[in-house]
């Protein structure tokens, strides 16, 4: 028994959402490379070098963060693709949550300081937004969630039960 035929929906959402990995892992690469360019400027403006040092490593915070946060979009496409439902819902969820921090970070712009990393992460907002919108509208489709739930069905089938029926270890009745 085989899985069935995978829609193109389900394809073109999951490497979109491979998309929002890939757009997170570039934006934490070029706060990566802006600590120093981050740390001057912040310095500079407070006329403070503490100031600037506090500021890089906020930065490189969310850099970590960001680059931990970049796999689980990734470990998402693995399981979306083979047609898990769940991996399908958490999908939605994390782009429902991603939409309103990308505007959050549009809005506030914390990179203000250094004008080309302000229009770096303004891009990685805004592609942010399309791209986890794109995945929301291709994964919330019935067709999308029937083929998900019928890749299910057809996995459980072909694995063997998990505990045999009765109690393995029991002994056979006496005079047997």
């Keep these: 028994m085989s899985l069935p035929p995978r829609p193109g929906t389900v394809t073109l959402a999951n490497y979109l959402l491979g998309g929002v990995a890939a757009v997170w892992l570039s934006g934490a690469g070029a706060a990566y490379f802006a600590l120093p360019h981050v740390e001057h400027a912040v310095s500079a403006q407070a006329e403070d070098p503490l100031a600037g040092s506090f500021a890089a490593?906020?930065?490189?915070?969310?850099?970590?963060?960001?680059?931990?946060?970049?796999?689980?979009?990734?470990?998402?496409?693995?399981?979306?693709?083979?047609?898990?439902?769940?991996g399908r819902v958490l999908s939605i969820v994390l782009c429902s949550v991603a939409i309103p921090v990308a505007l959050l970070l549009l809005l506030a712009d914390p990179f203000g300081s250094v004008r080309w990393l302000g229009g770096v992460y303004t891009g990685v907002s805004v592609l942010t937004v399309l791209?986890?919108?794109?995945?929301?509208?291709?994964?919330?489709?019935?067709?999308?969630?029937?083929?998900?739930?019928?890749?299910?069905?057809?996995?459980?089938a072909r694995r063997p039960a998990a505990v045999p029926p009765g109690n393995p270890y029991a002994h056979p009745p006496l005079g047997q």
């Design 57 to 86: 490593v906020l930065v490189a915070l969310v850099v970590t963060v960001a680059v931990l946060l970049a796999v689980l979009p990734v470990l998402l496409t693995v399981f979306g693709l083979r047609g898990s439902p769940t």
């Design 131 to 156: 791209l986890a919108g794109a995945v929301i509208v291709l994964l919330a489709r019935r067709t999308v969630k029937t083929w998900s739930d019928a890749a299910a069905a057809t996995q459980r």
